[in-house]
């Protein structure tokens, strides 16, 4: 008699749990087209022109913790190309520039967040530089942003400059961050622009690219 009641209840609960399931799948579905468009429309100004981010809702057979969903993001590098997972044909500078994209859509919800991006502008350079550089201050206006950078592009985006030096004292490697004053920043970008032997040229370049950037 209890086995009969408790299998009827058990049945009756996993008729619930599908349409609950049924009712996020229809969610996914449609929140994953408006997000794709939008994260599409951040990926031409990162100048990935003729890539296409897709998300792919497909359904599993039995559910699980999340759902009854399995969530695809797939990318198409033109508009001939197959969609494939984005895991194995994105490159590394085409994966931080995804990356940076969907954080640039989803910054405008729920509450500041620190963001650590490492090295984001991996495989860029030149104007697609600058631009990652304007994403990360944009983000930055909403939640704390964190990035490690070897690019005087994006360095120069920065609200504020840390310097991360390596040193062998007795045996041992010290790691060492120091805050740059305006000047040193300067020098600082001087450098990444030249390289060891800092020039009058890259110096005002530096000074140029700093103010460029308050501008934004």
Known sequence: ESLKILEAELKKKESELHDLAG?????????????????????????????????????????????????????????????????????????????????????????????????VDTGVSGPTAEKVGKKLKSIARAHQVICITHLPQVAAYGDAHFLISKDVKKGLVHSEVTELSKEDRVKELGRLISGEKVTASSLTHAREMLKSSRTI
């Open 23 to 119: 009712q996020l799948s229809t969610k996914r579905k449609s929140a994953s087209k408006k997000f794709a468009t939008r994260v599409n429309q951040e990926l031409v100004d990162l100048n990935m022109k003729g890539a296409e981010l897709l998300i792919e809702v497909r359904p599993l057979e039995t559910l699980n913790s999340t759902g009854g969903d399995e969530v695809l993001f797939m990318i198409k590098n033109s508009p001939k190309d197959e969609p494939r997972p984005i895991s194995r044909v994105a490159s590394g500078g085409e994966l931080s520039r995804i990356m940076l994209a969907i954080k640039q859509v989803i910054v405008s919800h729920g509450w500041p967040m620190t963001y650590l991006f490492d090295e």
